[in-house]
C-alpha cells in the first residue's frame, strides 16, 4: 500500500465493511483503504461484491456492519443491521460530492447537450458561478479530448466519446476522489483503449481514483494497489507487480489466467 503521511489521513477508509441483500450476503467483512494521490483497482469474478463495494463507498448502498471513512471522518449512522442508515444528510451530501462516480452506462442526460451535462451538477449542487463552471467544463471537455463535442447532444457521440463526457462531469464537481464502475465494460474494444487513456493520464496526475474493473491490463497499468475479491471477502491484495506477476492464491492464478490475454 502507499505511504500514508501521518498527518494526511487517507481519502477513503472502509474498515470490516458488510453488505446483505436480505438473506445474500455480498460484502462479509472488507477493509479498503485509499490514500491521497493514488489509484486502488478492484478485480473479480461477476458477483464478488466489487460493485457493491463501490457503492456503499459513495453510500449509494446502505451497509449493515463496519466503518466508512473520508478524510478520516467517520460516517455517522443511526439503526442497527438491516435498519441501519446514515444519520445525517448534509454529511452524506458533502461525502457524495467529494467522491465522483463514473457510472458504465455514462449515464448522460439526453435532453441536455454535453457542455450542460458537464456544468449541471456544478450549478445546481454546488451553486458556483456560472461564467466560472463553463470556463471549467470546457477545459475538462478538452482534457478528455472531446472539447469539440461541447455542443452535441449525446446521441450524437460514440460509447467512448460518451464515457469521456461522464469523465468530465465527474471532474468538474473538482472531487477529491473519483470511482469508476466498470468504466469500460460497455464499450468496444477500440473505444474502450480512448476511456482506457483518460484513465491513465488521470493516473499519472496523482488523482486519487477508486476502480472496479474487468480490465486487467488497466488495472495493471494505472494502478499502486489490486484488490482482488471473491464472495465478499478479500482474497488477495497488493501492488500490481506481485498481483500480476506473481499471485499466491490458487484463485486469483485461476481467475487470471481466465481473464489475462495470452
Avoid at 445525517?88 to 457542455?115: C, P
Avoid at 464515457?163 to 468538474?172: G, S, V, Y
Wanted: some cysteine; charged content about 25%.
Amino acid at each position: 500500500m502507499p505511504e500514508q503521511t501521518a498527518d494526511q489521513p487517507p481519502v477513503i477508509e472502509i474498515r470490516n465493511l458488510h453488505k446483505a441483500y436480505g438473506a445474500l450476503e455480498v460484502l462479509k467483512g472488507v477493509d479498503i483503504t485509499a490514500p491521497a494521490g493514488t489509484v486502488v483497482s478492484l478485480i473479480g469474478s461477476s458477483g464478488s461484491g466489487k460493485s457493491t463495494l463501490l457503492r456503499c463507498c459513495n453510500l449509494l448502498e446502505d451497509s449493515q456492519q463496519g466503518e466508512i471513512l473520508f478524510q478520516g471522518e467517520p460516517v455517522r449512522w443511526r439503526g442497527e443491521g438491516h435498519n441501519r442508515r446514515p444519520a445525517d444528510g448534509k454529511q452524506v451530501l458533502r461525502i457524495r460530492t467529494n467522491l465522483s462516480m463514473v457510472f458504465q452506462q455514462f449515464n448522460l442526460w439526453s435532453h441536455m447537450t454535453i457542455l450542460q451535462n458537464v456544468m449541471e451538477a456544478p450549478l445546481t449542487v454546488l451553486g458556483r458561478d456560472r461564467a466560472e463552471v463553463e470556463h471549467a467544463a470546457r477545459g475538462y471537455l478538452e482534457k478528455v479530448g472531446i472539447g469539440d463535442k461541447a455542443d452535441a447532444w449525446p446521441a450524437q457521440l460514440s460509447g467512448g466519446q460518451q464515457q469521456r463526457a461522464a469523465i468530465a462531469r465527474a471532474l468538474c464537481m473538482e472531487p477529491q476522489a473519483l470511482l469508476f464502475d466498470e468504466p469500460t465494460s460497455a464499450l468496444d474494444p477500440e473505444l474502450e483503449q480512448e476511456v482506457v487513456r483518460v484513465i491513465k493520464a488521470l493516473a499519472d496526475e496523482g488523482r486519487t481514483m477508486l476502480i472496479v474493473t474487468h480490465d486487467m491490463r488497466m488495472a495493471a497499468d494505472v494502478s499502486d494497489h489490486v484488490v482482488f475479491l471473491h464472495q465478499g471477502l478479500i482474497e488477495e491484495e497488493g501492488p500490481p507487480e506481485r498481483l500480476f506477476g506473481a499471485p499466491q492464491s490458487e484463485r486469483l492464478q485461476g481467475f487470471l489466467s481466465a481473464t489475462m490475454p495470452a
